[in-house]
């Protein structure tokens, strides 16, 4: 995944009214890269399986609790068609950085705290309109 991303922009406001913006890069996995990363993830849970094998009484609980887990993995990775890139951004009340951390999932509108003045922003794709 060298790719740059579609950038998605977003508006940032916090309680008081002020406001910001940025722009977030969007990574769009096609099924091959979706199957990748879910095979990734699931072998690894499966390779905890083979290891705690050899572990006397816990093996009882964790080797089915792994293997069952690499399914689950999986699944969850599978369905996840996107990722957000790492991004920062300032605090439109004390401009402060921010970073927007890297992941497969945001629920909108998306809520930080920043870390200086504490105060609550919310974060929200300027136009939710997607294909
Ligand atoms: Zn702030």
Not at 7 to 23: K, Q
Not at 88 to 93: F, L, M, T
Not at 119 to 127: D, F
Request: proline share 6%; with cysteine.
């Amino acid at each position: 995944m060298s790719e740059m991303g579609t950038p998605l922009s977003i508006h940032i406001e916090e309680l008081s009214g002020r406001t910001g913006s940025m722009e977030v890069a969007v990574l769009q996995l096609n099924v091959q890269e979706r199957r990748k990363r879910a095979a990734k993830a699931a072998g690894i849970s499966w390779g905890l399986a083979f290891v705690t094998l050899f572990f006397p009484i816990v093996h009882f609980v964790l080797v089915p609790l792994f293997l069952i887990g690499g399914f689950v993995i999986f699944y969850i990775l599978y369905r996840r068609d996107r990722i957000y890139l790492e991004r920062a951004y300032s605090c439109p009340k004390c401009a402060a950085p921010i970073v927007f951390l890297s992941r497969s999932e945001v629920s909108w509108p998306h809520e930080e705290i920043c870390p200086k003045c504490r105060t609550m922003l919310r974060l929200m794709p300027i136009s939710q309109a997607r294909s």
